[in-house]
T-cell receptor, first 114, second 114 residues
């Protein structure tokens, strides 16, 4: 069975603080893909990143970075120098090889205060 | 412009009155999917379709039907809506398998069943 756990329901930070969103996943497959999506207050879902299970290299995109650790089954997302526009709900998701089902975590609501 | 469209965007209806939420994509994508988003539960997959005339159940298919007669359209049908189907619904599409191909989401349909 596949499962994604985002233990942080809500996080509140002040602008310019760094913040890490946690994602822990469960799957028995050796081939799988992990994702992060952003849902701003306007409601649409925005794709941020995809990572496959064979690539543990961390990724950085501007102020965003992702830390994938198979040893702890985690795929954490860090926003450096947060901004008010980063306020959103962030979802981590997983699909295992051979499955057509994308499983989402429950989401973490991030509020960045000015 | 490449996009996934949903109609209607907002709908208030009454228990038992059949309704259809349309979803259309203009990217010639093979894979389409429906999700519902509920507070504290994240997104859960209702149905998905890998191609025309090929559909399968997701994690929460009860009370819903789908059809895929054309590649671009994937309507969600609620034959006898009930209040527990009040939710935010998203349609999504991808060129192929969701693991390797980016999934694009529609803007969402907010459904209230009284």
């Amino acid at each position: 069975a596949q499962k994604v756990t985002q233990a942080q329901t809500e996080i509140s930070v002040v602008e310019k603080e760094d913040v890490t969103l946690d994602c822990v996943y469960e799957t028995r497959d050796t081939t799988y893909y992990l994702f992060w999506y952003k849902q701003p207050p306007s409601g649409e879902l925005v794709f941020l990143i995809r990572r496959n299970s064979f690539d543990e290299q961390n990724e950085i995109s501007g102020r965003y970075s992702w830390n994938f650790q198979k040893s702890t089954s985690s795929f954490n997302f860090t926003i450096t120098a947060s901004q008010v526009v980063d306020s959103a709900v962030y979802f981590c998701a997983l699909v295992s090889g051979g499955s057509e089902k994308l499983v989402f975590g429950k989401g973490t609501k991030l509020t960045v205060n000015p | 412009e490449a996009q996934v469209t949903q109609n209607p965007r907002y709908l208030i209806t009454v228990t038992g009155k059949k309704l259809t939420v349309t979803c259309s994509q203009n990217m010639n994508h093979e894979y389409m999917s429906w999700y519902r988003q509920d507070p504290g539960l994240g997104l859960r997959q209702i149905y998905y379709s890998m191609n025309v005339e090929v559909t399968d159940k997701g994690d929460v298919p009860e009370g819903y039907k789908v059809s895929r007669k054309e590649k671009r359209n994937f309507p969600l049908i609620l034959e006898s809506p009930s209040p527990n189907q009040t939710s935010l619904y998203f349609c999504a599409s991808s060129l192929g398998w969701v693991g390797t191909d980016t999934q694009y989401f529609g803007p969402g349909t907010r459904l209230t069943v009284l």
